[in-house]
């Protein structure tokens, strides 16, 4: 895929969507730190569904800390791995309280110490909280990229690399939003809807006329 059918491939994506942003229900940094560990092998409405209830009575370290491991449970008991989750968040707290002055920081090295923090968590709260140039690589966004051509790769850190190096840079703050909801909604995984797809005509997926 050349560079001047990515600018185009995004120019449409931004016209069809010009403000995008994640489906997860958040108000501050710390929520949305919060939110995007709990949605590990889960999906963002699952989670609202959860949060939804917890932040309104715990959205700061201290207040979700006071509820222990156990209280966590209660909220969150309806969410994939939600013991294991629960022993990270309360954990993550415990350190933003010692280590960070109760807030979430701005840096990759010090959100990937944070328990249930991995490079796509870090890379979600880099882009989305603080506007950092960042690519969060989930399930969608390798799909997309592999099956369109805009950033084929082997693996999720691949796909990222090519992602940071390929996307015009006017786009790149948002790529990956656009990204995801394409995959999320259009490019989907077992029947993607090629025939009402706004990338179509510039889509390199070989086997894309089985959809239309």
Same mark, same amino acid.
């Given at each position: 895929?050349?560079?001047?059918?990515?600018?185009?491939?995004?120019?449409?994506?931004?016209?069809?969507?010009?403000?995008?942003?994640?489906?997860?229900?958040?108000?501050?940094?710390?929520?949305?730190?919060?939110?995007?560990?709990?949605?590990?092998?889960?999906?963002?409405?699952?989670?609202?569904?959860?949060?939804?209830?917890?932040? =309104?009575?715990? !959205?700061?370290? *201290?207040?979700?800390?006071? $509820?222990?491991?156990?209280?966590? #449970? &209660?909220?969150?008991?309806?969410?994939?791995?939600?013991?294991?989750?629960?022993?990270?968040?309360?954990?993550?707290?415990?350190?933003?309280?010692?280590?960070?002055?109760?807030?979430?920081?701005?840096?990759?090295?010090?959100?990937?110490?944070?328990?249930?923090?991995?490079?796509?968590?870090?890379?979600?709260?880099?882009?989305?909280?603080?506007?950092?140039?960042?690519?969060?690589?989930?399930?969608?966004?390798?799909?997309?990229?592999?099956?369109?051509?805009?950033? =084929?790769?082997? !693996?999720?850190? *691949?796909?990222?690399?090519? $992602?940071?190096?390929?996307?015009? #840079? &006017?786009?790149?703050?948002?790529?990956?939003?656009?990204?995801?909801?394409?995959?999320?909604?259009?490019?989907?995984?077992?029947?993607?809807?090629?025939?009402?797809?706004?990338?179509?005509?510039?889509?390199?997926?070989?086997?894309?006329?089985?959809?239309?």
């Amino acid at each position: 895929m050349n560079k001047q059918k990515r600018i185009e491939i995004f120019t449409r994506l931004r016209d069809a969507n010009p403000n995008p942003t994640t489906e997860l229900n958040y108000s501050t940094p710390f929520e949305l730190l919060i939110a995007v560990i709990l949605s590990a092998q889960a999906t963002d409405v699952g989670v609202n569904k959860a949060t939804d209830k917890l932040f =309104p009575v715990a !959205n700061t370290p *201290e207040a979700i800390l006071a $509820l222990g491991v156990d209280g966590l #449970k &209660e909220y969150i008991k309806t969410i994939g791995l939600f013991n294991s989750k629960a022993e990270n968040v309360i954990k993550t707290c415990r350190i933003l309280i010692d280590k960070h002055g109760s807030q979430v920081p701005e840096k990759r090295e010090d959100l990937e110490a944070l328990p249930g923090v991995g490079r796509k968590t870090a890379n979600v709260v880099l882009n989305t909280a603080f506007g950092h140039m960042a690519m969060a690589v989930d399930t969608h966004i390798f799909r997309v990229s592999n099956r369109t051509g805009i950033a =084929p790769g082997k !693996n999720v850190l *691949e796909v990222e690399q090519k $992602l940071m190096r390929l996307v015009p #840079k &006017e786009f790149l703050l948002d790529a990956h939003h656009w990204l995801i909801l394409h995959g999320r909604y259009t490019c989907t995984a077992r029947k993607p809807k090629c025939g009402a797809c706004i990338i179509e005509d510039l889509c390199e997926f070989k086997e894309k006329r089985d959809y239309l």
